[in-house]
């Protein structure tokens, strides 16, 4: 399966250059296979500038970060010969794995076969997007795949393109990863999730990112609140909001089924 890997990125020149960019290095990924998605093409400069010259970027057009994980369902689907892509935020520090006892995590080593095996069991089952647990603490973590109704987090996840079947797209900036796996899940049937992986990043991040296209954390968790509240609504029995001490969240219902009809 021929993929790619897609690094949405607003205003984080430096992060990316400090941490996805090496990690992805670390793995031997090609930087001929990396494409930095930007919103316009004066920041398309800005990362250039800063010595991060020798990967792709495709610019979007695009503001927030629901409009830019839209642009990259719609401009994969119209890219000849790619069967999916790999989409990984700007400040991934580290992949954690699961250790055989389930007691403590260790940095992955190889990603490139995970990143094989995840697409072609996705692929088996008819699915198409897989993901892995946000967190890298043991006690979130499991050597259990699972297929039903999961979260499948933004940071980290890959889909593959069903040009055979109708195109998924969010329509809010905070939530945009949980609607987008309600949306799979509804469209075929689950969703796979590798919860032996884990990441290593900082959320919430005020640096550029979904803080700085909002004007700062508290635009930001004033939106997470609408947009969960919004979430439960439009998804009921699949989606609850609930109050945490960062601010809202989601909490997705994992005995979920789908109606046939």
């Avoid at 939530?175 to 884990?198: A, I, P, T």
């Amino acid at each position: 399966m021929k993929y790619q890997i897609a690094i949405p990125s607003y205003n984080r020149a430096t992060i990316l250059k400090k941490k996805t960019l090496p990690l992805l290095k670390r793995f031997n990924i090609n930087n001929s296979d990396i494409y930095i998605f930007v919103e316009t093409e004066e920041m398309k400069k800005e990362y250039q500038a800063s010595g991060i010259t020798t990967y792709r970027y495709v610019v979007t057009n695009t503001k927030g970060i629901c409009e830019k994980r839209n642009f990259l369902e719609t401009y994969y689907r119209e890219q000849v010969g790619i069967d999916g892509y790999i989409s990984i935020d700007d400040d991934i520090q580290d992949i954690f794995e699961l250790s055989e006892d389930s007691k403590t995590v260790e940095p992955v080593k190889n990603i490139r076969n995970f990143f094989d095996r995840a697409f072609a069991e996705t692929n088996a089952r008819g699915y198409s997007i897989w993901g892995v647990s946000p967190l890298h603490n043991p006690f979130f973590m499991s050597h259990e795949k699972s297929t039903n109704l999961k979260y499948i987090c933004g940071a980290l996840n890959g889909r593959i393109i069903r040009r055979d079947r109708f195109e998924i797209h969010a329509d809010v900036d905070h939530c945009e990863d949980f609607q987008f796996s309600m949306e799979y899940f509804l469209r075929d049937g689950g969703v796979m999730k590798y919860n032996h992986l884990g990441l290593k990043t900082k959320y919430f991040e005020k640096e550029g990112g979904i803080c700085g296209s909002m004007g700062g954390l508290d635009n930001r968790k004033k939106n997470m609140e609408e947009n969960c509240k919004y979430m439960e609504d439009r998804y009921p029995g699949m989606a609850t909001a609930i109050e945490k001490k960062f601010g809202w969240d989601l909490k997705l219902n994992w005995r979920f089924k789908q109606l046939v009809l």
